[in-house]
């Protein structure tokens, strides 16, 4: 690896450790066996280091969590694969908590800073991309503008259940409900398969 990657993998043991408030650019430099100069040479500062290991750490985590769930629903019907997704994405949620509260705190800190606050916003512009790309491999009938509108929706959803899961995971909504939801919109049937089809 090189000190970029040290880094990143440093400041996620650090948050892991210590918590986003209590992680210092010298501690993170110190777990990463790098100078402390090298923060600021790759990545401007603390604040925007520890913002792209958090990213990276739920992009792992929960990026892969998802993408296997849309690998194993390719060949449902596209409303019964979306049901399924956020049926098992409590799962995916659960297995990564400590990633998503340091996140959700660090968008909190973030959130005080316009110059730090600018970067989260571009980053979270683009988040959705590695979603689309997810989407595409697996339905690959899709056309990019529909890629896109789902890309776009999971991605909304991702960052919306994911703070509620943490606040109250027994009131979420589960991906029988959604779907039913979507599919009211959008006039269609509603999916038969589920959790609740045999309620």
Same mark, same amino acid.
């Given at each position: 690896?090189?000190?970029?990657?040290?880094?990143?993998?440093?400041?996620?043991?650090?948050?892991?450790?210590?918590g986003v408030a209590k992680a210092t650019a010298r501690d993170?430099?110190?777990?990463?066996?790098?100078?402390?100069?090298?923060?600021?040479?790759?990545?401007?500062?603390?604040?925007?280091?520890? *913002?792209?290991?958090?990213?990276?750490?739920?992009?792992?985590?929960?990026?892969?969590?998802?993408?296997?769930?849309?690998?194993? *629903?390719?060949?449902?019907?596209?409303?019964?694969?979306?049901?399924?997704?956020?049926?098992?994405?409590?799962?995916?949620?659960?297995?990564?908590?400590?990633?998503?509260?340091?996140?959700?705190?660090?968008?909190?800190?973030? +959130?005080?800073?316009?110059?730090?606050?600018?970067?989260?916003?571009?980053?979270?512009?683009?988040?959705?991309?590695?979603?689309?790309?997810?989407?595409?491999?697996?339905?690959?009938?899709?056309?990019?503008?529909?890629?896109?509108?789902?890309?776009?929706?999971?991605?909304?959803?991702?960052?919306?259940?994911?703070?509620?899961?943490?606040?109250?995971?027994?009131?979420?909504?589960?991906?029988?409900? +959604?779907?039913?939801?979507?599919?009211?919109?959008?006039?269609?049937?509603?999916?038969?398969?589920?959790?609740e089809a045999g309620r």
């Amino acid at each position: 690896m090189g000190n970029r990657e040290d880094l990143l993998a440093g400041a996620r043991r650090v948050i892991v450790e210590r918590g986003v408030a209590k992680a210092t650019a010298r501690d993170i430099a110190t777990e990463a066996g790098v100078s402390l100069a090298a923060i600021g040479y790759h990545f401007g500062s603390k604040e925007q280091l520890i *913002t792209e290991a958090l990213m990276a750490s739920l992009g792992d985590g929960i990026g892969d969590g998802m993408e296997a769930v849309v690998g194993e *629903t390719a060949a449902m019907p596209m409303l019964d694969g979306f049901a399924e997704l956020w049926n098992r994405m409590p799962e995916v949620f659960a297995a990564n908590r400590e990633p998503l509260l340091a996140s959700l705190d660090n968008t909190v800190r973030v +959130l005080r800073d316009p110059e730090a606050a600018r970067h989260l916003a571009e980053a979270a512009g683009e988040g959705y991309l590695g979603i689309a790309e997810q989407l595409r491999a697996a339905r690959p009938e899709l056309s990019d503008e529909q890629v896109d509108a789902v890309a776009k929706l999971d991605f909304a959803l991702v960052q919306s259940l994911g703070i509620l899961w943490l606040l109250a995971p027994d009131r979420l909504p589960s991906g029988d409900d +959604l779907a039913r939801a979507v599919a009211v919109i959008a006039g269609a049937e509603a999916p038969a398969g589920g959790a609740e089809a045999g309620r």
